[in-house]
């Protein structure tokens, strides 16, 4: 039973009832995350539901002195929901309740298990989102995790980072005590700002169960292109000069030619299993086994996409690969064959 005293496990028994396990395939999934940092198991593996299981788990690990480490969806990068002290790992995922869309606050409720994605879809009938993205794990990382880690993504040269979007947090300290940071007001008063220190702060001041999330607007409309620079100053300054000269920009991704590479190379592999498609970057297509596959299967397609994308747009990855725009579909073909854009030109219709 790992490294935590059978009274232990039998209080949080009596406290969480089912939702405490010390089987080894839970134990198996608390131990990583997303990086390559080595895992480590804990002795339990507890789902609370409320700020009040919380409490009472934290009360009960301060009681025994049994290391406790939250949990969101385990998808961070930095090894931080790593039980490396073994103890007690706390997933939050199943608070997973969005409490109150307020549209005219311009703000939410939400229990830290929300997946980010999920939150953005329901968003979306009220027409606004919460801007933060926390890029490749959107379809699965939690508030929660979002908030302990401060996430920030392509959209933060417009919106800014997930601190930028806390108005309030009920969280529970390692004593057990509950905590109410912050309101829901934008004007603020002079005082120690404890919500800004919390966000960011990995799960080692605080357990976040409950946030209070400061929304935008969707866009209307936008429109994206792909461009290529000598060097990242180059480009850098391209986006200053944009955002100086009046440009709405609302997200940057830059791209080196080694990562473009590498990239598709391990999304064509990754994504083939699901026949997605990884096919082409600007300003040309990507010569993958896969597309190359497709080619044969859809040539009148094929012929069609290639002959409105300008001349040598063909080759390898390592030819290619100045510029990244990336065109997958669910589909086994290239894109539909709409406005395919080259370099400095922009397509409204392409994602
Ligand atoms: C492919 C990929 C791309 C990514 N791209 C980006 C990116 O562009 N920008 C970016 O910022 N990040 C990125 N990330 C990492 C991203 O920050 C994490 O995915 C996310 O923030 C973690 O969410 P999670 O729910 O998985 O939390 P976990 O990984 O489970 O936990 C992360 C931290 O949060 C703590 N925690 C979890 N829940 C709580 C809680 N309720 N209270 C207090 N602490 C808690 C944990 O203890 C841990 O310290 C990427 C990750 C992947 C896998």
């Given amino acids: 039973m790992g490294d935590i005293a059978t009274a232990v496990v039998s209080a949080l028994e009596g406290a969480l009832r089912d939702r405490v396990s010390t089987r080894p395939a839970d134990l198996d999934a608390a131990a990583h995350d997303a990086s390559s940092l080595p895992g480590a198991r804990p002795g339990a593996v507890v789902w609370p539901l409320s700020t009040d299981d919380v409490v009472a788990v934290v009360k009960l690990c301060a009681e ?19 039980p490396i002290h073994g103890g007690i790992v706390l997933d939050c995922s199943r608070m997973a309740e969005v409490i109150a869309v307020r549209p005219e606050d311009l703000q939410v409720d939400v229990q830290p298990g929300v997946v980010y994605a999920a939150l953005n879809r329901q968003l979306r009938a009220h027409a606004l989102f919460f801007p ?42 390692g004593a057990g005590e509950v905590l109410r940071l912050g309101n829901r ?20 001041l605080a357990i976040a169960t409950e946030l209070t999330l400061a929304l935008s607007g969707l866009p209307q409309a936008r429109r994206q292109g792909g461009f290529r620079f000598p060097d990242a100053g180059a480009a850098a300054r391209a986006t200053t ?75 390898n990855p390592e030819d290619l690969a100045g510029a990244a725009v990336f065109f997958c579909s669910k589909a086994s073909d290239f894109v539909t064959g709409t406005a395919l854009p080259v370099d400095g ?5 392409m994602f």
């Fill in 64 to 82: 025994h002195a049994v290391p406790l480490t939250a949990r969101g969806a385990g998808s961070s990068l930095e090894g931080n929901p790593i």
């Fill in 132 to 173: 933060p993205s926390p890029g490749g794990s959107a379809d699965v990382a939690t508030i929660g995790g979002m908030v302990a880690n401060n996430a920030s993504g392509i959209f933060s040269v417009k919106y800014g980072g997930t601190r930028d979007h806390v108005r309030a947090a009920t969280v529970v300290t």
């Fill in 241 to 315: 000069d944009l955002i100086r000269f009046g440009f709405d920009v609302a997200a940057v991704y830059a791209a080196t030619k080694g990562g473009v590479v590498q990239l598709t190379r391990s999304l064509a592999a990754a994504w083939a299993k699901d026949n997605i498609q990884v096919n082409c970057i600007l300003p040309g297509w990507i010569n993958t086994e896969l597309t190359q596959g497709a080619r044969r299967f859809r040539p009148q397609l094929h012929t069609d996409v290639e002959t409105r994308t300008p001349a040598n747009r063909w080759g």
């Fill in 185 to 204: 007001a934008r004007k603020s008063a002079s005082g120690y700002h404890l919500l800004g220190l919390v966000v960011g702060s990995e799960g080692t």
């Fill in 345 to 349: 030109g922009f397509s409204s219709s």
